[in-house]
């Protein structure tokens, strides 16, 4: 986290902010965990996405760490209070967060740089297209909304999407249960999904073997069954 004497905190969207990559570490995750953890304790968590990312203000290059909110209603300051909490918890007051909220326009911008920690409802739009030149059932274009970065055994990482419409679970062994969210790893050494720079990025396609809470972000490759190799396009 950068230097600062306290966390910024602001309700209205920054008119002027370069989005720049996603924050990432493992006292990040700490925070990111705790940060769920009260919002899911409060009585009306309503439809929101979180994101950690490095953000820059002006054209010199210089970068500050800020908390950005996504809300589907007014925005609601017992979140702000609730995420400066845990931050002043876990790293203290000589450390600096900006929090603010975004608009839909910048969401969408953030987005192309940064995953959200935390969707209690998806955004209006598809990030990308899901798709299987090889078959696996795959050869619709499924939509897919980017949900959580984990880490784990693959060395870029792994994305949680939310997909539509869902595969047919049936084919695996899970009866009437579909699979609506899948977790995708690059195919290709050196080829990274954060973010996807060249279309369309080519991934395996795994499902969940565990139930995955809203506060983890790292997962063992048990936790993953390989469903398909498939590729991601940026359009439908």
Known sequence: MSDGEAIGIETRPRPRVRFVAEQLGVPEDELKSAVVRRWLEQADTHPLRAYLAQVAYDRKGETSVALCIASDRDPDEQLVVAAADEFRGLFGRHEHLDIFFVDERQERR????????????????PDFWLRSSE????????ACYKER???GGHPDGYLVCEI???????????????????VFASRHGGVS??????????????RLTVHLAEDEFALRPTDLRLIAWAELYESR
């Open 110 to 125: 953030l987005r192309q740089v940064c995953c959200p920690f935390f969707s209690s409802a998806r955004v209006a739009a």
């Open 135 to 142: 078959g696996y059932n795959l050869e619709d274009p499924r």
């Open 149 to 151: 970065r984990l880490s």
């Open 164 to 182: 539509d419409p869902p595969i047919i679970g049936q084919a695996y062994g899970l009866g009437a249960h579909d699979i609506d969210r899948v």
């Open 193 to 206: 999904l954060f973010p996807i720079g060249e279309w369309p990025a080519y991934v395996h396609v795994a």
